[in-house]
């Protein structure tokens, strides 16, 4: 049996389909080969999942096929950008976090910026980048209730996650700091974060 | 000075829409596009614009007026008018829930990301990325390609007729009568409703476990069930990711329908096959393949000579060969037209064989060989056959094959045409 034929798509409505993400494949290297592909509309890939819509009238197809291929090449041919992100650690939620996983704020915030992460998701809301490689002392789960308003540039924490609020939206996360210098969206340029790129944070003094 | 259209009041959320930002969803960014499609389209037909050129969506009323010169409107498709700058229009509620007011050459507000229209959420695009308001004047724009309509363009939303859907994908975390609940019971919109996703008021959907998982992607047309079993259908400002399991999706061509229901209006659910659903989305009837009756024989005969005898030259007797009074004919009919046709043999030596498998030359691309097979596929197993034979004719061999047919033996003629053994086994 061919590796192709192991990727057998489930309907999400008539006009796409949606995969369990195949084993050691590459985020940003599915979506770009999906991405391309003739009749393809729009492309979503989390940590779980790939997901392609189209036209329901005209289903692309060879899809099981560029994805079978995408999934092999992995991340070695990929170019992966880095981005560095300057914060400010005066988030309404520091005090808080630090007591809760013990440590002092201090020590949260090296933490914090000493970490590499790696842009594992986008999602929620326009150029929202679910960050993983958050240190594990720092996991928590959601705020119990979730901020009613929490502004653009707010960096958070929750779960694995970090991440730079790209809106001024309701949150329930961790607030933690405020990004300078960086817009996670714009209307000109859309996200600024992609699917695999590399993110450090530097503290602002 | 140049004509423009003048908000003069608004009561209720007035966005400038268009076709939406398709492309963008790995950044976070929602497909957009008009809540109900069917009726920007005619809107913008009427006044021979393209059918998504920047419109006004307006969900509750408004009150317009012209500034610097006449303007030809059409709203949801209705005969173009002409609105002088000493009138004001006014704009209440229409049949649908959402209305459409689209202008001859479109609105001029600037493209961003791709689109015209209006993310709120993001402030993105539209009359400076928010819903209008008293007193905002927006130019209009000059991509109007025909001529307008006389006489107007006219949608049938289909009134209140049960949205399909096609079950799934996270069918697995919902309790088992989920699925059934949400297809026999009746449903209300919530007033709580937008852009975003239209609430429903009915009985809960219970979740497995319960549980908020991992985000998945998500889709317009998703029915996402919230921990408290509450229904939400995304719309086209969707988060692009969520974390709460789909039960069901409502197909493409049944989006706009349902949003076009007002606050309190009752939504039934109806499950549909995927080739339903992709029949309608290509605007066409729905395919139904069912045994044949009696009566129906001559007109598979007909078919069967069209294609067999006069498209490939088989010899009239060979097609008409004595068996067919054995056989159990199969016809596919889309909105009462004989589209396809095969029959389902018993063989002498016991088997169960597909023969005379013929679709209309103009239907052909469409799925009804596909779907004529699955047919005497679903008849054989119900007869308790292990598996379907078929001789195909050389140039169909793929076509057999994608359907899951396996070839053997060498090629060989019948009836003039080079054919090989097929079969398939039936589960």
């Known amino acids: ?55 329901p009238a005209q289903p692309p197809r060879g899809l099981v096929e560029r994805l079978a291929e995408a999934a092999r090449a992995g991340a070695a041919e990929r170019a992966i950008r880095e981005l560095w992100i300057r914060v400010r650690y005066d988030g309404p939620d520091l005090e808080e976090v630090a007591a809760r996983v013990g440590l002092p704020p201090e020590e949260v915030v090296a933490r914090h ?72 969206f714009s209307p000109a340029e859309g996200a600024a974060l992609r699917l695999g790129d590399r993110v450090r944070f530097e503290r602002a003094t | 000075m140049t004509t423009r259209l003048a908000v003069v009041s608004v009561a209720g959320v007035v966005t400038v829409q268009d076709g939406g930002r398709p492309g963008r969803m790995h950044e976070g960014i929602p497909p957009g596009g008009a809540l109900v499609p069917e009726l920007l389209g005619a809107a913008n037909r009427a006044l021979g ?33 002409r609105l002088l700058p000493a009138d004001a229009e006014e704009i209440g509620p229409g049949r649908a829930g959402v209305r459409y007011l689209a202008l001859r050459g479109g609105l001029d507000v600037p493209e961003a990301l791709g ?94 476990g319960g549980e908020r998982g991992a985000s998945l992607p998500m889709l317009r047309g998703a029915i996402q069930v919230t921990t408290g079993g509450e229904a939400i259908v995304l719309g086209p400002d969707h988060p692009t990711t969520g974390g709460y399991p789909v039960l069901a999706t409502v197909i493409r061509a049944d989006q706009g329908r349902l949003a076009a229901r007002r606050p309190g209006a009752p939504v039934r659910f109806r499950a549909v096959s995927l080739e339903e659903a992709r029949a309608a989305a290509g605007g066409r009837p729905p395919l139904l393949v069912r045994v044949a009756s009696a009566a129906e024989l001559p007109r598979c005969l007909e078919l069967r000579h069209e294609v ?64 004529l097979m699955r047919a005497l596929e679903a008849e054989a197993r119900r007869r308790g056959f292990g598996e379907l034979r078929l001789h195909a004719q050389a140039p169909v061999i793929a076509f057999y094959q994608r359907l899951g047919y396996v070839a053997e033996g060498p ?17």
Request: net charge negative; proline share 8%; aromatic share 6%.
């Open chain 1, 1 to 55: 049996m061919s590796e192709a034929s192991l990727l057998v798509p489930t309907p999400f409505g008539d006009g796409a389909w949606r995969w369990p993400r195949p084993p050691e494949s590459d985020a940003a290297q599915l979506l770009a080969a999906l991405r391309g592909h003739p009749g393809v509309r729009d492309v979503v890939v989390t940590e779980g999942h790939v997901c392609v819509s189209f036209d």
């Open chain 1, 113 to 184: 910026a000493a970490a590499s992460y790696r842009v594992a998701l986008v999602g929620f809301l326009p150029g929202f980048a679910y960050l993983r490689g958050l240190d594990p002392r720092l996991e928590l789960p959601r705020r119990a209730s979730p901020r009613p308003r929490v502004t653009a540039g707010a960096v958070a924490i929750a779960g694995p996650y970090s991440g730079v609020y790209p809106l001024d939206s309701p949150g329930g996360w961790h607030w933690i700091g405020t990004a300078v210098g960086f817009r996670a």
């Open chain 2, 49 to 81: 614009n393209p059918p998504e050129a920047a419109a006004l969506e307006i969900v509750g009323g408004c009150t317009l007026a012209a500034e610097g010169g006449p303007l030809l409107l059409s709203l949801d498709g209705a005969a173009p008018r």
């Open chain 2, 115 to 208: 689109g015209r229209g209006t993310l709120l959420v993001a402030a993105l695009g539209g009359f400076e990325g928010r819903a209008l308001r008293r007193g905002d004047r927006l130019a209009l724009g000059e991509d109007a390609h025909g001529e307008p309509m006389e006489e107007g363009v006219a949608v049938e939303l289909a009134g209140e007729a049960a949205i399909r859907v096609l079950p799934g994908p996270d069918l697995e975390r919902f309790e088992a009568d989920a699925l059934e609940r949400l297809l026999r019971e009746e449903f209300a919109v919530s007033p709580a409703s937008d852009r975003v996703g239209m609430r429903l008021v009915g009985p809960p959907l219970r979740l497995r």
């Open chain 2, 308 to 371: 067999f005898v006069r498209g490939q030259s088989v010899a009239p007797e060979l097609e008409i060969d004595g068996l067919d009074p054995a056989c159990t004919h199969f016809v596919a009919l889309a909105a009462g037209e004989l589209l396809g046709t095969a029959r389902l043999r018993v063989t002498d030596d016991g088997h169960a064989k597909a023969e005379r498998v013929a679709v209309r030359a103009a239907a052909r691309g469409r799925g009804v060989g596909a779907a």
């Open chain 2, 411 to 427: 090629l060989f003629e019948e009836a003039g045409i080079p054919h090989r053994a097929m079969r398939r086994t039936l589960l």
